[in-house]
């Protein structure tokens, strides 16, 4: 079964330093998204992207966040000065229509 | 405004009961609601949804219930098994279709003893 990967698992970073997660979303897809949920809460829209912009984004998402889609396969969340309350796990997400497929995640911990 | 939140934080139940996790939504426009199980150190996993012109929806030991007068959803788990412990999030769509961002209720984490 087709499922959407990410790396790394795990991301460990010193506060103000640039990073980048990745992830592969399911081949047919159209739709993609990142997630975040911080320990121990629940999981919280970042934002949706379609034929190769953003739809929708959300508070969170500020001009510290950006998103690209380099090729035909990866879909990249990029955090250019990180901070400490950035640290949480980051989930990518797909879908064609519905429903939303997510990958498992990568830790992002900010020293 | 746009809430999903849930009433129970944990559920404890036996092995081969039967499972009921509820969730209260707040946005009346929502016409899409999703069930995911999350396991330890894992993603969201897909487990059924269902659209706001059905009541309810069955998959394999999973039922889905969506009463819009009291905007409650709940996920019945039939006889329930120790894989099916993991924290279990309801979410909405409020503008409908799966290509809109889900709004996750708080989890309710699902306890199954032997």
């Known amino acids: 079964e087709p499922e959407v990967t990410q790396t790394p698992s795990h991301q460990v970073t010193q506060m103000g330093q640039e990073v980048i997660l990745r992830c592969v979303p399911i081949?047919?897809?159209?739709?993609f998204y990142w997630y975040r949920q911080i320990l121990g809460q629940k999981v919280e829209f970042l934002v949706s992207f379609y034929n190769n912009e953003i739809s929708e984004k959300s508070e969170i998402f500020d001009d510290q966040f950006s998103v690209e889609r380099p090729d035909g396969s990866n879909f990249t969340l990029k955090i250019r000065s990180t901070k400490l309350e950035d640290s949480a796990m980051y989930f990518c997400?797909?879908?064609?229509?519905?429903?939303?497929?997510f990958g498992d995640g990568t830790r992002l911990s900010i020293l | 405004g746009e809430s999903v939140g849930l009433h129970l934080p944990t559920l404890s139940v036996q092995e081969g009961d039967n499972s009921i996790i509820n969730c209260a939504y707040s946005n009346s426009a929502s016409d899409y609601f999703i069930w995911y199980k999350q396991e330890s150190g894992k993603g969201p996993q897909f487990i059924i949804d269902?659209?706001?012109?059905?009541d309810k929806r069955q998959g394999q030991r999973v039922t889905v219930l969506l009463n819009k007068t009291v905007k409650h959803l709940s996920l019945q788990i039939a006889a329930t098994q120790p894989g099916d412990s993991a924290v279990y999030f309801c979410?909405?769509?409020?503008?409908?279709?799966?290509?809109?961002?889900?709004?996750f209720g708080a989890g309710t984490r699902l306890a199954v003893h032997p």
């Open positions: 997400a797909s879908s064609g229509n519905q429903p939303q497929h």
């Open positions: 269902i659209r706001s012109n059905m």
């Open positions: 979410a909405e769509n409020g503008k409908g279709g799966g290509y809109n961002k889900l709004i």
């Open positions: 081949s047919n897809h159209l739709y």
